[in-house]
């Protein structure tokens, strides 16, 4: 891990890209928070789980329909099901 020699230098020179959401209702700001405190981690964290989980749902999502639209129409396999899981569990794993 970088060590930054001071607070400027970590927040204006950042090893990975940052996204700022604005506007935030503060009934979701509470419960985030809430999220948070249960979870012993930072709102930022909650925040990356469930954009995570989205895209990985989403990607599922795009995999079904895929499947699906093949023109056998033929259900996935319990094997290539198996496989895409283990697949979304490994890149998640490697984060």
């Known amino acids: 891990m970088k060590q930054f020699v001071s607070m400027l230098e970590a927040c204006y020179f950042p090893d990975m890209p940052a996204i700022q959401v604005k506007n935030v209702p503060q009934e979701l700001h509470d419960q985030l928070r809430e999220i ?13 789980e469930a954009i995570t989980q989205e895209i990985n749902r989403r990607k599922q999502t795009a995999w079904f329909d895929e499947v699906l ?7 996935p396999t319990a094997k290539e ?15």
């Open 36 to 48: 948070a405190e249960l979870q012993k981690c930072t709102i930022g964290d909650v925040i990356l």
């Open 69 to 75: 639209s093949h023109p056998t129409g033929a259900m």
């Open 81 to 95: 099901r198996q496989d895409f899981l283990d697949e979304l569990r490994q890149e998640r794993d490697a984060r």
